[in-house]
């Protein structure tokens, strides 16, 4: 079973500070994904990456930047937190082969409270 | 661009109703289909998928079928149960970008369950 990780499950940090969310997959996953939920908003896009240390800007890539230095894990980096920042991330992963037919694998989220 | 619609929750049934969450879709090409379900707390897991017209995805009592003349993959289920009250995805595969593996989600529906 494809195994994707994430480091925190809940997260409170407080305005004005870098913060850090790492994901990490198992399954040698070409594709990596990080997401927001929002009551209402459904899951918005923030950044992708198709290969180490390529990335690609999804819907709402303000305020964020990303990292991928190993194929393994992509973090997602809130270069100077803010409340409205708060929210659950989700990252999540696939696989290349056998074109888009790839179901992507996600992890339990974290839950990030901006004080 | 491409774009998932489903109804409106929160959906409330009694347990052993029938299930149908309704998602509708645009797309260019022949995009792949997913059904995601999310339990409190926790992320999205794969439910089901359909990878071409007429294709139909079934797994724990859970169907699909893709259908290319109403550009419909709605969700249903004979009989619900108190432990499928959770968010519903729907979700296309973007094609034309290269295998990226990019999905486009839909709002996400909620089911609720009652004994």
């Known amino acids: 079973d494809v195994k994707v990780t994430q480091s925190s499950r809940y997260l409170v940090k407080r305005t004005g500070e870098k913060v850090f969310l790492e994901c990490v997959q198992d399954m040698d996953h070409e594709n990596m994904f990080w997401y927001r939920q929002d009551p209402g908003l459904g899951l918005r896009l923030i950044y992708f990456s198709y290969d180490v240390k390529m990335k690609e800007k999804g819907d709402i890539p303000e305020g964020y930047s990303v990292s991928r230095e190993k194929k393994e894990r992509f973090s997602l980096i809130l270069e100077s937190a803010s409340t409205n920042q708060t929210s659950m991330y989700l990252c999540a992963s696939s696989s290349t082969s056998r074109g888009s037919n790839q179901p992507q694998h996600f992890g339990d989220g974290t839950r990030l409270s901006i004080l | 661009g491409d774009s998932v619609t489903q109804m409106e929750g929160p959906v409330t049934l009694s347990e052993e109703a029938f299930l149908t969450i309704n998602c509708t879709y645009t797309?260019?090409?022949?995009?792949?289909l997913f059904w995601y379900v999310q339990y409190p707390g926790e992320g999205l897991q794969l439910l089901l998928k359909?990878?071409?017209?007429?294709d139909k995805g079934s797994n724990k009592g859970f169907e699909a079928t893709y259908r290319k003349e109403t550009t419909s993959f709605h969700l249903e289920k004979g009989s619900v149960q108190v432990s499928d009250s959770a968010v519903y995805f729907c979700a296309l595969s973007e094609r034309g970008s290269g295998n990226t593996g990019k999905l486009i989600f839909g709002q996400g529906t909620t089911l609720q369950v009652k004994p």
């Open positions: 359909a990878t071409k017209a007429d």
């Open positions: 797309a260019t090409g022949y995009p792949s």
